[in-house]
């Protein structure tokens, strides 16, 4: 299995800012660590007709020449600077990268990427580009599928990706967050499971296992991509959905286990992860990237990866159920 990294183009931001850009460094370097059977590959950087798929000419031309209004960079949470436009490119073509590495591996990963608060016309919440509308667009571009299932899974609404794709039948937007967290002012999406504050392990299974299947009547995918936000968990200092890591652990195998069962190429990115220390955001993603490769490396045959017999499966939570326990 691969997966694409773009630590080594970091942000210049202040001293004290809030969003955790060592995250990124650290999970790659635990990774090159007792993960036989991945590969690490460096992020490509997306090209602008790539981003042109979704984004208008002048937030590209603003985003990418430093062109922001200073009311621009306050949504988006960054100071404008080369290092960022150069960063941006390279979180939406790692995404893009994993997209090519899945037609034949059945699952990738981007290292970072989910960055779902971006509108097509405008940058929010610490994203810029948004990386998976870019990547729906381009997967059906490239005719390697026409239905695009993103599973959103941060505890915040990717209020962006629900906004690019609202009317288009092609895309099914699912997404489970928080309700009372950011975005404040939520988008419609295909499908929105809003959850208070404390949900707790069983409570938020159960709505992972009834979302999947309520998708299933309504739509047919033929391509994933996951945004496995470590944000859930019960530490995490924007988070509040009080998740445990075994919990975050049983939620990334149901869905890679769901995708698998299908046949369907899934396409991973990390998203969010704020807990202090640090540590345990970074052991969370890197739990999700290695639960992706031990099924990718346990995928009979070889070759390129082919749908399986019977439609799409249930949930498999349930082989579980016993080792739920809410969080107390």
């Known amino acids: 299995m691969r997966a694409y990294f773009s630590d080594r183009f970091a942000l210049p931001l202040p001293a004290g800012h809030r969003f955790p850009m060592a995250k990124y460094t650290r999970l790659r370097e635990a990774l090159e660590v007792c993960s036989p059977g991945l ?28 062109g922001l209004s200073v009311r621009e960079q306050g949504a988006i949470g ?30 990738s990963a981007n290292l970072a990427g989910g960055t779902h608060h971006a509108y097509a016309d405008r940058g929010e919440g610490f994203c810029c580009f948004n990386d998976f509308a870019v990547a729906a667009r381009w997967v059906q571009a490239q ?12 505890v915040h609404q990717g209020n962006g990706t629900a906004r690019i794709f609202r009317g288009d039948s092609s895309v099914f937007t699912l997404s489970i967050h928080g309700a009372r967290n950011f975005p404040f002012s939520k988008e419609s999406g295909d499908a929105d499971y809003a959850l208070p504050d404390g949900t707790g392990d069983e409570a938020y299974l159960d709505t992972l296992e009834r979302a999947l299947g309520e998708m299933a009547r309504r739509f047919r995918p033929d391509w994933v991509l996951y945004l496995a936000g470590a944000d859930v968990y019960h530490a995490d200092r924007l988070g509040r959905l009080a998740l445990s890591k075994e919990a975050i652990a049983h939620r990334d195998e149901g869905v890679m286990r769901w995708c698998q069962s299908a046949g369907l190429p899934c396409v991973i990115a990390m998203g969010g992860g704020y807990a202090d220390p640090i540590d345990a955001t970074v052991a969370i993603h890197a739990q999700t990237v290695r639960l992706a490769l031990r099924l990718a490396s346990s995928r009979p045959g070889s070759g ?19 080792q739920r326990a809410p969080k107390a």
């Not at 080369?82 to 699952?107: I, K, Q």
């Not at 005719?143 to 941060?154: M, R």
């Not at 390129?304 to 016993?322: K, N, Y």
């Open 39 to 66: 590969a690490l590959c460096e992020a490509p950087a997306a090209t602008e007709a790539q981003l042109a798929l979704v984004h208008d000419a002048g937030w590209i031309e603003r985003m990418l020449h430093g």
């Open 78 to 107: 960054f100071p404008w600077s080369p290092a960022m436009a150069e960063r941006s490119l390279r979180s939406v073509g790692a995404t893009l990268a994993a997209c090519e590495a899945a037609r034949n591996d059945g699952f």
């Open 143 to 154: 005719g390697w599928a026409k239905q695009i299932l993103i599973v959103d899974l941060d």
């Open 304 to 322: 390129r990866w082919e749908p399986s017999v019977g439609g799409l499966p249930h949930f498999p939570g349930d082989a579980h159920a016993e």
